[in-house]
């Protein structure tokens, strides 16, 4: 017996010491950043690196940090290596995170409740909400990522207007119609940005906080 107990705490010693490994992985705020970005869609290093404003050098970094983790993994087309998420379900962990860190962290709170404050009182819409306004024929859903991210996937609807053109873009768009921002999601700001810049221009306009993965994530659930 005093053989078969001492197996079973190395078992769990060993099995503890493996998931300590994802956590590991995670203590980096520039490494989630890039779990961030993976899950709107896969990229090269190069371009992780423009969406991170980090350099090569340390996006390889991380990147191979993810790699021993099997967070991330990747193919190569012809001189190109192009990162993906390890699995489909780390999307719904980083989810998972966000809600359990935004819950127990007060600081998240504070934070998202000072930026938007100097945003000229930019209105941010839930989900539901936003299906409410949808269903009005003079609603239009922007998607703000990268055209890359909107073709690999984007909401049913939602035209692609990229952050970096819309001041060329914008002016396409009906001025009668309500405008609704989304991005990648509650990690990225651009959708706020994006609503006061519509909105100085004439433009009634709204945010979204959730993007594509979330949208699909509050469907499933209901």
């Keep these: 017996m005093e053989e078969m107990l001492k197996s079973a705490k190395i078992f769990k010693e060993d099995l503890y010491k493996q998931l300590a490994r994802i956590g590991k992985c995670l203590s980096s705020d520039k490494r989630l950043e890039i779990l961030n970005v993976l899950s709107n869609g896969p ?70 409740d000072d930026f938007l404050h100097n945003l000229n009182d930019v209105q941010t819409l839930t989900i539901d909400e936003v299906m409410e306004k949808l269903d009005n024929s ?53 959708s706020a940005l994006a609503a006061q810049k519509l909105q100085s221009e004439g433009f009634n306009a709204y945010r979204m906080e959730e993007g594509v993965n979330e949208w699909q994530e509050h469907f499933q659930l209901h």
């Design 138 to 190: 003079s609603i239009v859903l922007i998607d703000l990522r990268p055209k890359e991210e909107y073709e690999i996937d984007h909401i049913a609807g939602a035209i692609s207007l990229p952050m970096e053109e819309l001041d060329v873009l914008m002016r396409e768009l009906p001025k009668d119609a309500e405008i609704i921002a989304y991005c990648r999601g509650p990690l990225c700001v651009y």
């Design 43 to 112: 990229k090269t290093v190069e371009k992780i690196a423009n969406c991170t404003e980090m350099n090569i050098a340390n996006v390889s970094r991380h990147l191979q940090v993810l790699l021993d983790a099997k967070l991330v993994k990747f193919t190569k087309k012809g001189t190109y290596v192009i990162y993906s998420l390890g699995d489909p379900e780390i999307i719904e962990f980083l989810s998972s995170l966000w809600r359990i860190s935004e819950k127990q962290l007060p600081d998240i709170g504070r934070l998202k």
